[in-house]
T-cell receptor, first 116, second 111 residues
Framework: EAGVAQSPRYKIIEKRQSVAFWCNPI?????LYWYQQILGQGPKLLIQFQNNGVVDDSQLPKDRFSAERLKGVDSTLKIQPAKLEDSAVYLC??????????????FGPGTRLTVL | DAKTTQPPSMDCAEGRAANLPCNHSTISGNEYVYWYRQIHSQGPQYIIH???NNETNEMASLIITEDRKSSTLILPHATLRDTAVYYCIDHGSSNTGKLIFGQGTTLQVKP
């Protein structure tokens, strides 16, 4: 079974530029999560989708971050404009069931973003 | 904020058992204890979870105290590939599914 795919694996941009990350979850998984992991910290949830609807985006800085999950499959996370403090690893995860709950989450390898 | 507390780091000799403690004194009755680990430059990986009873799978064993306020993850024969950050998370079915990670325990397995 293929795992969660993410691209690119690494990205370096200047501050105020825009950037987009892509995630392809495990086939058939209803719930998709984007987490931000700053160096030395545990991952923090940015947004959660159930199918193509948003369940939780309370920690998403909506003035600069946006995300979508078209057709309930792939997802993109965009930052526009980027700030220095956005330097982090962006992790995508998926779980099988709709509604999240205690369902096991499977993580992709992440995209490491460096903002200069 | 995370509701669990873990020691920041531990060492273990290769081939020995690694015992990683976690305190979750505010865990509620319907919350499970989940363990994930994150090897360097990879995403977190699920290890095991439990509610009340001790659990064992091919990766590890989970021992939960009777009052459910603490637990221990046991890697029975640690290898160098088990070097990672281990996260203990209390996770309930009543929430939306998001995992609230703390700082975790960095386990260094030494030859």
């Amino acid at each position: 079974e293929a795992g969660v795919a993410q691209s690119p694996r690494y990205k370096i941009i200047e501050k105020r530029q825009s950037v987009a990350f892509w995630c392809n979850p495990i086939s058939g998984h209803a719930t998709l999560y984007w987490y931000q992991q700053i160096l030395g910290q545990g991952p923090k949830l940015l947004i959660q989708f159930q199918n193509n609807g948003v369940v939780d985006d309370s920690q998403l800085p909506k003035d600069r971050f946006s995300a979508e999950r078209l057709k309930g499959v792939d997802s993109t996370l965009k930052i526009q404009p980027a700030k220095l403090e956005d330097s982090a690893v962006y992790l995508c995860a998926s779980s099988q069931l709709a509604g999240g709950g205690t369902d096991t989450q499977y993580f992709g390898p992440g995209t490491r973003l460096t903002v200069l | 904020d995370a509701k669990t507390t873990q020691p920041p780091s531990m060492d273990c000799a290769e081939g020995r058992a690694a015992n990683l403690p976690c305190n979750h004194s505010t865990i509620s009755g319907n919350e499970y204890v989940y363990w994930y680990r994150q090897i360097h430059s990879q995403g977190p990986q699920y290890i095991i979870h439990g509610l009340k009873n001790n659990e064992t799978n091919e990766m590890a064993s989970l021992i939960i105290t009777e009052d459910r306020k603490s637990s221990t993850l046991i890697l029975p024969h640690a290898t160098l590939r088990d070097t990672a950050v281990y996260y203990c998370i209390d996770h309930g079915s009543s929430n939306t599914g998001k995992l609230i990670f703390g700082q975790g325990t960095t386990l260094q397995v030494k030859p």
